[in-house]
């Protein structure tokens, strides 16, 4: 078996592989496609914007420079946004860039290896699947991935069944629940609470107002409680109807 630098088998032709919507080329399907595309999903995120045309994956063909097989030729290494970070050049990140790759791959466990930290021959753009394709790590990291970007299941819950007969009493209910008002004077500007100590009639009738709307407002929200998802916007209704009601009848007191 002829196999790149990390020890994955070569792939001669591009038709077995899966496009990664982030770069121009192809990697190899199942769990390195779920590694890379994460991967990029947060450089993207994390560093800088990735330019799909300035990007690419397989290419059959040696290290450059080398003899041995590119990871490339795997289909198990990537190239990102290449014309900003060209092969040998140090330094094309700038220090918080650098801090967000690094932070990027402790979360992936050493499953992924940076080009910025090759000895020889700094290669910035590059990125590249570090362990052996027996190693465990790979669909562990794969399966964690998949975990948390899974989209979310919606699981519906059921709305009881009412007769119209049922929908009409409960809304002829709400309609008849008394709503507290009293004949007070709107006579003060608002913020002013020297007419409590000046008029003690209004302050009775406003303690009052506020008892009854406190009583009113448990017994609305008890009923919103019990009853079904159509009648839930005709209960919200009728709590705000109650909230103007007492505001505009004392003269906009709290």
Known sequence: MVA???GWPRVAASGGLQTLPWITGRVLPGDVWTIMDHLCRRFDAEVETIRKDWSWGWDDRGVIGGTELSNHA?????????????ISARGT???????????????????????????????????????????????ALAAQI?????????????????????VTRILAAIKAVPF????????????????????????????VVQRQNRELTQQLAALHSAIPAMCK?????????????????IGGKP
């Open 93 to 139: 990140f700038t220090p918080a860039q650098v801090k967000a790759i690094e932070t990027i791959l402790e979360d992936f466990n050493g499953v992924i290896k940076w080009g910025g930290h090759y000895v020889k021959r700094a290669d910035e753009m590059h990125f590249e699947i570090d362990v052996l394709p027996t190693d465990p790590k790979v669909a």
């Open 180 to 207: 507290a008002t009293a004949n007070v004077p709107i006579k003060y500007t608002a913020g002013d609470v020297s007419w409590i100590q000046e008029d003690a009639n209004n302050a009775a009738a406003l303690r």
């Open 146 to 166: 998949r975990s948390i970007t899974a989209p979310a299941v919606v699981v519906p819950m059921p709305v009881p069944s009412l007769s119209d007969e049922q």
């Open 4 to 6: 790149s630098q990390n």
């Open 74 to 86: 795997s289909a198990t290494a990537i190239d990102v946004n290449a014309p900003d970070h060209p």
């Open 233 to 249: 916007q005709a209960v919200l209704d009728a709590l705000a109807v109650s909230t103007i009601i007492t505001t505009t009848t």
